[in-house]
């Protein structure tokens, strides 16, 4: 019979030394995780969907308001009304604008957007703004989540099935489960042979569909812009690209790029006259719209239902949201000029002006009545949005809410 091992004193110190090695790792891992640094609120219950607007109402009145420095234009998506201030994500009732559910790190929001059914809340880290997690905004719980070098100031846009992060050297493209569809342009590291770790050119200004992705460059050496179309291919590193020059326009000079559906362009050129030009996927230019001047700086574009409207600080161009035909534009009526780009309710155009709103016929851009309202003056555009029958302003870094 084989005598059984004993264990020595030895043995015993060792594992007990092990063990509280073990520990401590343990305790640095959680310590230092992002877990540790989340707070995550979900919903009481599911968030109740929305009921469309039936009619414009008549009047608006001033109902709540929350601070939102990291969203650009209002945001509505499973019901809630999303808010990002600060470090915290919040989906709140759109008629009181209670916090349904919350999400919370230690760092603050580089901005937020969304896709689907899902809140996309962008964090920094030491590789820029590239730390994104997701939110079920009916139920406030966590869903997917990625991680990738970025710049340290990015723009967001969503056409509601992907997502476009731009900064000024890299952008990428994202689907709803967070897989990266497209990238270009800066690496902190190359990944391939030929795939530059430095870029070549400055973004001067993006946009995208969920087909493609246009992006207008400042190039070193190259007195012209260049408009880069890019569409995904097999590999998402190494898309097609289409580059078309811009001759005559230079960096500096407001053009930029308005909006893209499909694989069509529209972008904002300033010679030989200020005109938005539509550039289809071969970079050539379909059609060709001419606008009374430059637009602001902080000039935006909105979608609504099957229409896009781009304010270009004084007025606001209509656009079919399908194929980028122009419909029609929206100009100031005596002191009453638009402040903002528009949105769509019970079918029709609603456009913020200096006193309210007026309202559109969105087929023809007929002018059908004003509702009034008083704002406070503001510094930028007055993004509007609609949740159900509660309309919804972007003023800053507020947001607004009025029925």
Excluded at 52 to 73: F, G, H, I, K, N
Excluded at 83 to 109: F, H, I, K, N
Aim: charged residues 20%; glycine residues 10%; aromatic residues 6%.
């Amino acid at each position: 019979m084989v005598k059984p091992e004993r264990r020595t004193r030895g043995d015993i110190i060792a594992a007990v030394a092990i063990a509280v090695v073990i520990a401590v790792v343990a305790g640095v891992v959680w310590w230092t995780s992002d877990a540790r640094a989340t707070e995550s609120r979900p919903a009481a219950g599911p968030v109740p969907a929305l009921e469309p607007a039936t009619a414009v109402p008549d009047s608006l009145t001033r109902r709540w308001e929350a601070p939102s420095d990291a969203t650009s234009r209002p945001i509505v998506v499973g019901g809630a009304v999303v808010t990002g201030d600060g470090q915290a994500v919040q989906g709140r009732d759109p008629a009181t604008g209670e916090t349904l559910w919350s999400y919370a790190r230690d760092l603050p929001l580089c901005g937020v957007t969304w896709v689907y059914n899902y809140v996309v809340a962008v964090y920094p880290d030491g590789r820029g703004c590239g730390q994104v997690s997701t939110i079920d905004a009916k139920t406030g719980t966590r869903g997917p989540a990625r991680s990738s070098y970025a710049d340290d100031h990015v723009t967001l846009s969503a056409d509601g099935t992907t997502v476009l992060s731009a900064g000024d050297t890299r952008l990428e493209m994202w689907r709803s489960d967070m897989v990266r569809m497209l990238s270009y342009g800066a690496l902190d590291a190359p990944i391939k042979p030929g795939v530059p770790a430095s870029p070549l050119c400055r973004f001067v200004s993006a946009a995208a569909s969920s087909a493609a992705v246009s992006v207008l460059e400042s190039c070193a050496n190259q007195s012209d812009l260049r408009l880069t179309l890019l569409r995904p291919s097999d590999e998402e590193d190494t898309p097609e690209v289409k580059y078309v020059q811009q001759k005559g326009v230079s960096d500096g000079t407001g053009a930029r790029v308005v909006a893209v559906a499909d694989t069509l362009t529209a972008v904002y050129v300033p010679t030989p006259k200020p005109r938005v030009d539509i550039v289809d996927e071969t970079g050539g230019v379909t059609d060709s719209t001419v606008v009374s001047g430059p637009p602001v700086d902080d000039a935006i574009t909105t979608r609504s239902g099957d229409l896009i409207t781009w304010w270009t600080g004084d007025s606001v161009m209509v656009f079919s949201a399908n194929d980028l035909q122009y419909k029609y534009t929206v100009q100031a009526v005596g002191p009453n000029a638009p402040v903002g780009p528009a949105t769509t309710m019970a079918g029709k155009l609603l456009v913020p002006v200096s006193s309210g709103y007026d309202v559109f016929d969105a087929a023809t851009g007929a002018g059908e009545k004003h509702i009034p309202l008083q704002r406070p003056p503001a510094a930028g555009p007055v993004v509007p949005g609609v949740a159900g029958s509660t309309v919804l302003e972007q003023r800053g870094d507020e947001l607004v809410a009025l029925s």
